[in-house]
């Protein structure tokens, strides 16, 4: 099985993938991290047999219709302004691990913009429909992923700014899963590039949706995640269990 995480940028510069590859009772990890343009993904996330990208794959219900009321009558929601930030599956994160960003307030918009022309584009290739949920490619929150990987929140405070926090979390990473094993020269990149380190971690939480662990949503959030997508996080525990076939 080859695997694939994403860590998704608005444009080609700060775009990284992360594949991997299992065969043969190894895995191989193996970076791409050149100017990775729409093309370019596209066709990697074809290749692969699951993918997660860090990028939201939609907006929250009530923001699209305040916004469609506000073009369409003139008047805007009152007393609704965390449902119009925050999606059924951002809120069900929150609750369970940490608190995403918002997809219609924050600059992250953008970047669903350019995950969902290569998710539609991804559907047109392989004559699929597009599953927001338990597609061939999946969301995913690295921090999150993380947090349930088993890692405190003051563990992660840096992570995305200091190599040698990444280093310590990679190591920590490899102590628990006995089935992984990183070249040096893959060690030392993943924990001085923080886009390399989270498309790791997309690898890792595709691994585990193919696997089956990790959280689907509630029969209740059933409906909302099919139109605004869904944060696959790892069940407890699910680190170890990755390297099994």
Request: one cysteine or more.
């Amino acid at each position: 099985m080859h695997v694939l995480g994403v860590d998704l940028a608005t444009e080609p510069k700060g775009t990284v993938a992360c594949w991997l590859k299992f065969a043969g009772g190894h895995v191989e990890v193996e970076l791409v991290d050149e100017r990775l343009d729409d093309a370019t993904l596209e066709a990697l996330l074809a290749s692969a047999d699951r993918a997660a990208i860090d990028s939201p794959f939609g907006w929250p219900e009530p923001f699209v219709a305040a916004i469609t009321r506000w073009r369409n009558e003139g008047s805007f929601p009152d007393g609704l302004r965390k449902p119009l930030r925050l999606r059924a599956t951002d809120l069900y994160v929150e609750e369970r691990a940490l608190t995403p960003f918002s997809v219609s307030a924050d600059k992250i918009g953008a970047l669903a913009m350019r995950c969902s022309l290569l998710l539609t584009r991804l559907a047109e290739r392989e004559g699929t429909p597009l599953d927001r949920v338990d597609g061939k490619v999946i969301e995913c929150y690295p921090a999150a992923a993380l947090y349930r990987f088993g890692f405190r929140r003051a563990e992660l405070k840096g992570a995305k700014t200091d190599a040698d926090v990444r280093l310590r979390l990679l190591d920590a990473i490899l102590a628990r899963a006995q089935w992984l094993q990183l070249d040096e020269a893959v060690r030392l990149r993943l924990a001085h590039i923080g886009d390399a380190f989270d498309a790791f971690l997309a690898a890792l939480v595709a691994r585990a949706a193919g696997l089956r662990l990790t959280d689907q949503p509630p029969q209740e959030m059933a409906a909302l995640a099919a139109l605004e997508g869904w944060i696959h996080l790892p069940v407890q525990g699910a680190l170890p269990q990755l390297g099994d076939k």
